[in-house]
């Protein structure tokens, strides 16, 4: 905890640029962590379409080169910006409650109150499912007695379903729980926090057009949500040993065609392709 004399600089530094401060808030709200968050919620609902489907997405994604880069470019550095100077204006910040004349408070409270989860729900579930450090160090020390990083990117639909089953059943009801909690709160956070930043950056600012945007970034919500939790059921219901061998018969065509190269610690199930039969001796 830092001690009041050292955060009251840094105090006075935020409220001075309260202004600038608010609008970097908003647009890395929107761009790029709300847009990550669509595009990632509508890649994991294409799981619905199958293993081979969600394999073939998640494989584009990890042949893009740099990407931790990429990742903590427009992904971790922002959400953590995001966040941190989300909790300041929660706490700190004035309030821009009488910027919504149309909004209940209750639907600031429950950006609020979203938001909290949201930390929480991103948190964890990055431990749980992003491989860090995928080496066997990690992976045998920390990962796996704490349950973390469960997601090999070449068994993508087989690793994430095993990674929401858990060990019991209870904790598969549980991570399901959370999943549809963390989904549903981030869900209401981006359309809610579409309909406030577009007052923020002075989109609509009449009571019709509020009104209409208000029924627009709802219906925005419904579907991103139903993407999410699509996705949620999709990865509940498949056949990890389907799965399993579907993924395995990708990976090894994409070895053959030399389009990705072996690499054990993105796969969790053992080589199953049938090897070629010995010609038997007449
Ligand atoms: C049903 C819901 C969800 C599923 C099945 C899911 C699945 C996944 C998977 C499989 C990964 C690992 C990707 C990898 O290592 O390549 C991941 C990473 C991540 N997810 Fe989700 N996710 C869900 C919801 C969300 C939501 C609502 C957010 C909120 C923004 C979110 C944010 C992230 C972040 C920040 C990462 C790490 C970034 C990365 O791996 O590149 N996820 N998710
Ligand atoms: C990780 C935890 C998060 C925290 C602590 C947080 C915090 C907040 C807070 C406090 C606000 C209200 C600001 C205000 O009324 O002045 C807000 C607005 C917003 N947030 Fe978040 N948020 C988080 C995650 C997210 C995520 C994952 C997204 C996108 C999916 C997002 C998108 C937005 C948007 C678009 C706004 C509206 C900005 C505006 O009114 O101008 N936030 N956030």
Not at 27 to 42: D, F
Not at 57 to 80: A, D, N, Y
Not at 228 to 250: C, P, R
Request: glycine share 6%; proline share 6%; net charge positive.
């Amino acid at each position: 905890m830092s001690s009041p004399a050292t955060s009251a600089p840094v105090q006075s530094f935020l409220l001075r640029h309260d202004f600038l401060i608010r609008r970097l808030h908003s647009l890395s709200g929107l761009v790029p962590v709300g847009a990550y968050m669509c595009v990632h919620l509508l890649t994991n609902a294409t799981l619905v379409g199958g293993a081979s489907v969600f394999q073939d997405k998640v494989f584009t994604i990890h042949s893009l080169p740099l990407l931790p880069v990429i990742e903590w470019t427009f992904i971790f550095l922002p959400i953590i910006f995001h966040a941190v100077v989300g909790v300041w204006i929660s706490r700190n910040g004035k309030s821009n409650l009488q910027q919504y004349p149309l909004s209940g408070n209750r639907r600031y409270t429950w950006q609020r109150i979203t938001a909290y989860i949201a930390i929480v729900f991103i948190f964890t579930h990055v431990f749980h499912l992003h491989g860090w450090f995928q080496n066997e160090w990690w992976l045998k020390n920390i990962a796996e007695p704490l349950g973390m990083a469960k997601f090999r990117p070449y068994n993508a639909a087989s690793s994430l379903a095993s990674a929401l089953e858990g060990p019991t059943v209870i904790a598969g009801i549980l991570w399901s729980i959370f999943y549809a909690v963390g989904v549903l709160a981030c869900t209401f956070h981006l359309a809610n926090g579409i309909w406030t930043a577009g007052i923020t950056w002075g989109v609509w600012l009449t009571p019709k057009s509020q009104r209409r945007a208000s029924i627009a970034c709802a219906l925005f919500g419904l579907f991103i949500g139903a993407a999410g939790l699509s996705a949620l059921v999709a990865a509940k219901t498949t056949k990890v040993d389907a799965a399993v061998k579907i993924e395995n018969e990708m990976y090894d065509a994409r070895i053959q065609s030399h389009s990705i190269t072996p690499d054990d610690h993105k796969r969790s199930a053992p080589h199953t392709a049938e090897e070629p039969k010995p010609v038997p001796v007449q």
